[in-house]
């Protein structure tokens, strides 16, 4: 099992910046990717930042240039440092890691607003 926790949520003005962070816990597992998504209320889940177990990372359109995701195997921690941010990143972020299953954290609010 592996338990995910995101936190660095909050209220951000818009062209402002937020990083989250997600720390995973657990034994036994051994991470081939990980990922941040988004959910916004009444909208379908969407990945904004993926990276593999070599590195190579993934960004959709909407946030690429903006949005750069990060890792630090040794203390199991992942980021997204959020730049630029707009009304429309308005969302709950969740961070997920996939070892022989995907797993999930309970996601953290973002919310860009004047």
């Known amino acids: 099992q592996v338990q995910l926790v995101e936190s660095g949520g909050g209220l951000v003005q818009p062209g402002g910046s937020l990083r989250l962070s997600c720390a995973a816990s657990g034994t036994g597992f051994s991470i081939n990717a990980m990922g941040w998504y988004r959910q916004a209320p009444g909208e379908e889940r969407k990945v904004v930042a993926s990276?593999?177990?070599?590195?190579?990372?993934n960004y959709p359109d909407s946030v690429k240039g903006r949005f750069t995701i990060s890792r630090d195997p040794a203390k199991n921690m992942i980021y997204l440092q959020m730049n630029t941010l707009k009304r429309e990143d308005t969302a709950v972020y969740y961070c997920?890691?996939?070892?022989?299953?995907?797993?999930w954290g309970r996601g953290t609010q973002v919310t860009v607003s004047s």
């Open positions: 990276i593999t177990r070599s590195g190579s990372t």
């Open positions: 997920y890691v996939v070892t022989s299953r995907l797993f």
